[in-house]
């Protein structure tokens, strides 16, 4: 199973981004899909979180701002972000919890898109 994220790139502060991750591969379900964000000297936090079932969860720094939504049929989850401040700059990781069958599961990381956000 692999993860490819794209999206990222240089924006100013109130600006937008979307970013993409598609999952490919042998894939029974996906039960989650997330973002993450890791900026430079710090370490990997949690951004959002969408379930198959179309629940999502958000870091509280995030909340309002960012939208994460899912496409199942396309193994594909998205991070709407709006309202860019420059402390959003990190690279962002998609990561899945990947069912490739009824009884195994397993956590997979995308590469990493990086966001820079100037003031």
């Known amino acids: 199973v692999q993860l490819q994220a794209s999206g990222g790139g240089l924006v100013q502060a109130g600006g937008s981004l979307r970013l993409s991750c598609a999952a490919s591969g042998h894939i029974f379900s996906i039960p989650t899909m997330s973002w993450y964000r890791q900026a430079p000297g710090m370490q990997r936090e949690f951004v959002a979180t969408?379930?198959?079932?179309?629940?999502?969860n958000y870091a509280d720094s995030v909340k309002g701002r960012f939208t994460i939504s899912r496409d199942n049929a396309k193994n594909t989850v998205y991070l709407q972000m709006n309202s860019l401040k420059p402390e959003d700059s990190a690279v962002y990781y998609c990561a899945a919890d990947v069912r490739v069958s009824r009884n195994y599961e397993y956590d997979y990381w995308g590469q990493g898109t990086l966001v820079t956000v100037s003031s």
């Open positions: 969408a379930t198959a079932g179309g629940s999502a």
